[in-house]
């Protein structure tokens, strides 16, 4: 609800139609229900945001106010969403659309609230929370950034309070929390402050005294050894204080925006926000020259991902869910197997949670959200959890009961979904078809927020796995390499990319270049590559259609191919059915992008460049009628065929291309999937067709290294390795030379003399010999120019290779790229230097 989605929704949402489709097309049960969470604190903070470009205080606005800019924020939002997932083509049963705050999900959240806290597993604490003062709520551990950052380190001076001399040195980057000192503790075995222990000294400021006291846990070696305890508002502090009851108990020094209030805050500071009271703090300590020494220091300092605020950790009142009894028969499941992490490496951050897991508080001080279902009795104070709300205290039947303010978590309705939007607490028979469900794609970032809770939830409530499989796809990153996030506002908006490019190709682009266990950056390029895919298709659809006789009617059975047949069409439906193979078990194994890499390598290569090219003399009758027919009959099996295997990934050029050409059915999306072993292998034909392509390869590289321009009467020689390569190539000597732009193709024995006047080149298969036509282009003059442009190519490659700073900043991917172009223009710089010394004569 927090704004658009991004380019890396788009993704996860891409992968989870690719499944959907491809399973719906097999004729499964497949559902994918849609919906969208209130992502309470982060909307609010969004809402805050608007309001206050427009000069409003969202703490000002009255409680109903307050909601219904929130509710009209919401209702913008969740339209924009729902036109993005619709322009995305993701195929989603629309009429289960599910809200978090939907009146089922109210029910469902209360109850689960109701049950957890009648079994002990809620309960209400005072503990150490990350409190942001922006926007004054706590915020979990997992909504936390921690960085380094420098500030000051004063080492301040606390006198004796006996009036001795000197007194003890405190180094703090927050002088500002010493009015909340209780004591000062030193560790029991520093030599500096032996004998220390037990005595007074004065908290600065203030004139209140303290005891020093020793503790284990002080570390000497940071500034001068002992550290000021301040137990409120910081978490070692307080655990050193647990362990010393004598202390004082302080009061708290700040208030909910961290400013500083309470007696023990001398008046002049009272009311300051904590930075002003920083500054103020050390030129009154400075003023009473209390400040001995100063220095510029780097410390860890931990931010709220929401708002920046930097976290004031602070005591207070918050309900938490004890998750270790929730986490053990998850960890369990997936020991077992019986929840599958894919990519598999994910496992180990997975279990290591798992296994450090802290109870999770779930309570918020925002306006949106589900209101915690408690309420205190104002007579005796029994607090009582109720799905309904009670009209009398159960324990003392007083009916002055008061609801408790606060809100839950986001996620702790999020955690349900997999059940709540199949209608739990309802027994429906949606929950009783789909539950558990198969697969959950997701990022990554969201494994403990979402996935492992979601697997909590399921045991919990359903006791049973909430699905089997889950997928992490990667991160999307922009060109810079920085993750695209909502927050930074980096990602393109998808429904413009959209109006651009096309659905498709956005899908494409997305799926095709993002291995499953890496993060990619994404920009044009990789758009270009996805329309230039399209185009390709389109393409070859077209010249399709050119070629298919009117009546012809759709290919329900693959083309009746005999060992007579010819060899590209059998090589083709071979081709077409190892792809289609490795489509099914890309997807099996929840690798997407190997599925899309296969289709891609097939329709681009294969079925486009080489077999198009191939067959255009017998579709155009060159080579006979029968010929032509079959091969006519081959084009439009395996076009079709393949655009049922694409139509996961690119759906609506594929099913607009499906009804060009002779199909059976109302809809490609509901057309069945290729069946696997449709024709009978032909494994030969791939090994036959092998040295044909790889003589037009070498030919073509012949001519292109060695300048030979293309005539119709070039003459060209091959030396077959052995006779099984000689049969294949005589039997394919048209197609061969044909592709090759070669006029006249002549095979020669193994004890023949090398053709003069040509170039050559040795393969595995054999020998190639290209005629070298007299006097024609390349010469030295061109040699010399082609030359001289390698040589700045290599130059400006080798520059950049031995820059530190790009070495240093881009990829390992990039500088062995970069790497290997170096190599390679060497190379063909040492070829023409060779050809030139060969023309030039001595
Ligand atoms: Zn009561």
Redesign the pocket.
């Known amino acids: 609800m927090t704004g658009a989605l991004t380019l890396g929704h788009m993704l996860g949402d891409t992968v989870m139609d690719v499944l959907a489709r491809y399973h719906r097309m097999r004729g499964e049960p497949t559902l994918w229900v849609p919906g969208v969470d209130h992502a309470g604190l982060a909307t609010q903070v969004e809402v805050r945001r608007r309001l206050q470009r427009q000069g409003t205080v969202f703490e000002d606005l009255p409680r109903e106010v307050a909601l219904a800019e929130i509710e009209r924020w919401r209702a913008e939002h969740e339209r924009r969403i729902v036109e993005q997932i619709r322009a995305g083509g993701f195929s989603v049963d629309w009429t289960r659309f599910r809200y978090t705050m939907d009146a089922a999900s109210v029910r469902a959240t209360r109850e689960v609230f109701v049950s957890l806290f009648r079994e002990g597993l809620v309960y209400r604490g005072e503990r150490m929370v990350n409190w942001d003062p922006r926007l004054r709520t706590a915020v979990s551990d997992l909504e936390v950034v921690h960085s380094e950052e420098e500030g000051d380190l004063l080492f301040v001076r606390y006198a004796w309070a006996d009036g001795a001399p000197e007194g003890i040195l405190v180094a703090t980057v927050r002088p500002e929390t010493i009015f909340g000192d209780v004591a000062v503790a030193v560790h029991p075995e520093d030599e500096r402050h032996r004998g220390e222990v037990g005595r007074e000294v004065v908290v600065p400021l203030t004139g209140r005294r303290v005891p020093v006291i020793a503790d284990r846990s002080v570390d000497p070696l940071f500034g001068a050894g002992a550290l000021k305890i301040t137990p409120r508002h910081d978490p070692i502090d307080r655990e050193i204080a647990m362990r010393n009851p004598g202390l004082a108990t302080p009061t708290e020094i700040f208030d909910e925006q961290a400013r500083l209030v309470g007696e023990w805050v001398p008046s002049e500071f009272r009311g300051l926000d904590r930075d002003e009271a920083r500054e103020k703090t050390t030129a009154r300590l400075e003023q009473e020259g209390l400040v001995v020494r100063r220095t510029r220091y780097r410390h860890a300092v931990a931010r709220s991902e929401r708002s920046d605020a930097v976290i004031e950790p602070r005591l207070s009142t918050q309900w938490f869910v004890r998750m270790a009894p929730l986490a053990t028969p998850v960890v369990d499941a997936v020991r077992r197997g019986e929840i599958r992490i894919h990519p598999e490496r994910w496992n180990r951050t997975f279990f290591r949670w798992m296994e450090e897991i802290q109870d999770w508080c779930v309570s918020r001080q925002v306006l949106w959200g589900h209101a915690i279902p408690v309420h205190y009795?104002k007579?005796?104070g029994?607090a009582t959890a109720n799905v309904e709300v009670p009209t009398e205290?159960p324990?003392?039947h007083?009916r002055d009961l008061a609801a408790d303010p606060d809100v839950l978590d986001t996620w702790f309705t999020s955690w349900l979904w997999p059940f709540v939007a199949l209608g739990w607490p309802e027994r429906t028979a949606d929950l009783e078809r789909y539950y558990p469900t198969s697969v959950l794609v997701t990022g990554r970032d969201i494994m403990f927020f979402w996935v492992a809770r979601m697997m909590m939830a399921g045991y919990r409530f359903m006791g049973d796995r909430p699905f089997s499989d889950v997928y992490f796809t990667g991160m999307m990153r922009d060109e810079a390499g920085h993750r695209m996030s909502k927050h930074l506002g980096n990602s393109p908006d998808p429904l413009e990319v959209i109006r651009e490019r096309g659905a498709d190709a956005l899908r494409f682009a997305l799926v095709f270049p993002n291995p499953t266990d890496e993060d990619s950056s994404f920009g044009a390029a990789t758009l270009d590559g996805g329309r230039n895919f399209l185009t390709k298709l389109w393409n070859l659809v077209r010249f399709s259609l050119g070629h298919i006789p009117p009546g012809t009617p759709a290919p329900e059975s693959p083309p009746a191919l005999v060992p007579g047949s010819a060899l590209e069409n059998r090589w083709i439906v071979e081709r077409y059915q190892r792809t289609a193979a490795e489509v099914d078990a890309a997807l099996a194994a929840f690798e997407p992008s190997r599925a899309a890499t296969a289709l891609h390598t097939f329709v681009w290569h294969d079925l486009a460049d080489r077999y198009v090219e191939i067959a255009k003399d017998a579709l155009f009758g060159h080579r006979g009628e029968p010929l032509q027919r079959e091969t006519q009959a081959t084009l439009l099996f395996v076009v079709e065929r393949t655009l049922r295997l694409l139509h996961p990934f690119v759906p609506h050029v594929t099913e607009e291309l499906w009804h060009a050409i002779p199909h059976e059915g109302p809809l490609l999306a509901r057309a069945g999937w290729p069946r696997s072993a449709e024709v009978s292998p032909d494994p030969i034909a791939e090994v036959e067709m092998g040295p044909v392509l790889e003589a037009v390869r070498l030919f073509r590289n012949l001519r292109a290294e060695e300048h030979v321009a293309v005539s119709r009467t070039s003459r060209a020689w091959i030396r077959p390795s052995g006779p099984e390569i000689e049969r294949v190539l005589v039997s394919e000597r048209a197609t061969t030379a044909r592709l090759s732009q070669i006029g006249e193709l002549s095979f020669l024995d193994a004890s023949a003399p090398p053709p003069p006047g040509t170039a050559s080149r040795v393969s595995s298969i054999g020998e190639f010999y290209l005629e070298r036509p007299a006097g024609g282009p390349g010469g030295s003059a061109a040699l010399e120019r082609e030359r001289e442009m390698l040589a700045g190519l290599l130059a400006k490659t080798q520059a950049r290779l031995t820059d530190t700073g790009f070495r240093g900043r881009a990829p390992a991917e990039v500088v062995r790229e970069a790497e290997a172009k170096a190599a390679e223009l060497k190379e063909r710089i040492d070829r023409i230097d060779q050809r030139i010394r060969e023309e030039t004569p001595p």
Do not use: I, L, V, Y
Request: glycine share 12%; charged share 10%; proline share 0%.
């Open positions: 009795c007579a005796c029994e205290c324990s003392c007083g």
